[in-house]
């Protein structure tokens, strides 16, 4: 039975990122991804954080997971844990993005939109625009950032914490009907 509980969180939260996919932005556009190097971030970051999934066709409500987030010049590395287990470790070194996963996750929960949300998260702004396709637009204020194209909102964060990276932030992404809830501190703390 031990076992079986985290697989039940993992299938949970897989749920949560992985549910059916809305039309796109546009026909045939997914969000960007956004693929900028660790350095772009400008910082060094070492953070524990508890992170908590809404999707809007979840019935089960909010699922919650622990992560490490560490970012190097030249490494990011973000490990998941459900219930003190290990579940997922991706490594990002600006050219490629590897994974190891616990068996028990769903093959169809993809790594790619856990990296373009972390790196629309936290990188600066001008960095995210260099790296956005035409069209696409940033702003980004005092305690808010918005990912729009065609004048339409689409990923919206709003952040308590200074520096942002601190406290808690909130992702809703009208894409692909989800929100993403970040409580972090220094891992030091």
Known sequence: MRLAVPVLLVAGLVACATAPRPPPAAPGEPLPELRLAPAALGATVSLTQRLEFAHESDPGGPRSLEALLEVEPALMQLAGFALGQRILTL????????????????AQFQSAPVLRD???????????????????????????????????????????????????????????????TIESRPADE
């Open 91 to 106: 490594r990002w070194n600006g050219t490629t993005l590897d994974e190891e996963r616990d068996p028990r996750l769903p």
């Open 118 to 180: 972390v790196q629309l998260v936290y990188w600066p702004a001008d960095a995210v625009r260099a790296a956005l396709p035409p069209g696409w637009t940033l702003e980004d204020g005092p305690g808010r950032r918005a990912l729009s194209k065609n004048g339409r909102e689409w990923v919206t964060v709003r952040y308590d914490g200074e520096p942002r990276w601190e406290g808690r932030t909130q992702l809703t992404n009208l894409s692909e009907h989800y929100r993403l």
